[in-house]
């Protein structure tokens, strides 16, 4: 099964940008990289998702290595809210989701 | 426009009693899925239901547990004679259709077990 590898944790400094990496060098050509994000006593929150090419929407931007081996989401602009664990998941069938253990970000004012 | 919703929020069962998790998926949506997220882990998936129809139950414990989806009313997660290692979140997510598409999460059941 194709696995994703991210680091422990993160940290930045409110209104700077944030660049997460995922490592996935065994990814298959028809899994998707889904990013999904999880505050505090909540469940997950969808981020963004994609295949091949660089994805933006209005939460975040998604790069995408040319070989798909690694992906970087990007947080243009850090708030006090966006401290979270982020996870980066590869849709290996169509609906099973495998969550790792994520990069815990932390947001310094 | 509602999102997923679980209750309850917090449960505590003793040890041997039957535990019942309830799960209304967003407005239009008929695909359901249940994770288990031991403290400090990532979601595990359990299964995944389609109106009356179970797809994928390839993470769900093999005794003691079960789930449906019935055509009217919420999504159930049953567990039967729960043991201390059942204490966990288990969170629900729903989509509109399947494959990649994204999956909208509950906030999870807290269930602890004495």
């Known amino acids: 099964d194709a696995k994703t590898t991210q680091p422990n944790s993160m940290e930045s400094n409110e209104e700077e940008p944030v660049h997460l990496p995922c490592n996935h060098s065994t990814i298959s050509g028809t899994d998707y990289i889904h990013w999904y994000r999880q505050l505090p006593s909540q469940g997950p929150e969808y981020v963004i998702h994609g295949l091949t090419s660089n994805v933006n929407n209005r939460m975040a931007s998604l790069a995408i290595a040319e070989d798909r081996k690694s992906s970087t989401l990007i947080l243009h602009r850090a708030t006090l809210r966006d401290a979270a664990v982020y996870y980066c998941i590869l849709r290996e069938r169509n609906n099973d989701m495998r969550f790792g253990a994520g990069t815990r970000l932390t947001v310094k004012p | 426009n509602a999102g997923v919703m679980q209750n309850p929020r917090h449960l505590v069962r003793r040890r041997g009693q039957e535990a019942r998790l309830r799960c209304s998926p967003m407005k239009g949506h008929s695909h ?33 547990f079960s789930a449906e989806f019935p055509k009217e009313g919420p999504s159930i997660l049953r567990i039967q004679q729960v043991v201390r290692g059942d204490s966990a979140a288990y969170f629900c997510a729903s989509s509109q259709t399947g494959g990649p598409q994204p999956q909208h999460f509950g906030d999870g059941t807290r269930l602890s077990i004495l």
Not at chain 2, 46 to 58: A, G, R, T
């Open chain 2, 32 to 64: 359901v899925y249940w994770y288990r997220q031991l403290p400090e882990e990532g979601l595990k998936f359990m299964v995944y239901l389609q109106k009356e129809n179970i797809i994928d139950e390839s993470g769900m414990p093999k005794e003691r």
